[in-house]
């Protein structure tokens, strides 16, 4: 099992680009996550998906957005990137309740991405 | 919505001594708190969970403990090693159901330097 796996690894856009990071794993879970991460304030969720099909917002939302059309896959997009955007990216995936001892969440490797 | 408060910032301790990291919590209907450790460049890892219906859990020499009424809980580290230094956040959760769909809300994270 690969787990969970993001592509790109790193990104530098230009202000107002647009880009799409890709998040898949193949752990057959239901719910998938996005956070960002930025020094001294933890990770926050972006945005969040409860099966496929389904999309909704957590924390911090504002510029992204999100689509789950395959169970295994959790598309995070930036339709006009700023440099506030500007941070480290970690998708994350978990078993629905009562599936398992390890009901946490598993984490990708992240993606780092650069707005100039 | 649930806010997590995380201290110290950072932490410098020797080897082999215990270093203690602390959180609190507003929501008293989470009833789910890991903890994960972060290496430079990498993911975050879980390293050890505890839910609401246990005081205290312990896994060699990592333990946490729990008190719901204060709506705080600590990871205890023992027998510190150079190994031990990353980057630690705890997280709580109102767990996988309910329209909690084990959303995770992070600590601002702890910095641990094990000096040799």
């Known amino acids: 099992n690969a787990g969970v796996t993001q592509t790109p690894k790193f990104r530098v856009l230009k202000t107002g680009q647009s880009m799409t990071l890709l998040c898949a794993q193949d752990m057959n879970h239901e719910y998938m996550y996005w956070y960002r991460q930025d020094p001294g304030m933890g990770l926050r969720l972006i945005h969040y998906s409860v099966g496929e099909g389904t999309t909704a917002k957590g924390e911090v939302p504002d510029g992204y957005n999100v689509s789950r059309l395959k169970k295994q896959n959790f598309l995070l997009g930036l339709e006009s990137a700023a440099p506030s955007q500007t941070s480290v990216y970690f998708c994350?995936?978990?078993?629905?309740?009562?599936?398992?001892?390890?009901?946490?969440?598993?984490f990708g490797p992240g993606t780092r991405l650069l707005v100039l | 919505g649930e806010n997590v408060e995380q201290h110290p910032s950072t932490l410098s301790v020797q080897e082999g001594d215990s270093a203690v990291i602390k959180c609190t919590y507003s929501?008293?209907?989470?009833?789910?708190f890991p903890w994960y450790k972060q290496e430079l460049g990498k993911r975050p890892q879980l390293i050890i969970d505890i839910r609401s219906n246990v005081g205290e859990k312990k896994d060699q020499r990592i333990a946490v403990t729990l008190n719901k009424t204060a709506k705080h809980f600590s990871l205890h580290i023992t027998e510190t090693q150079p190994e031990d230094s990353a980057v630690y956040f705890c997280a709580a959760s109102g767990g996988a159901g309910g329209t909690s769909y084990g959303k995770l809300t992070f600590g601002q994270g702890t910095i641990l330097t094990v000096h040799p």
């Open positions: 929501d008293s209907a989470s009833n789910y």
């Open positions: 994350a995936s978990r078993p629905l309740p009562n599936s398992g001892p390890q009901e946490t969440q598993y």
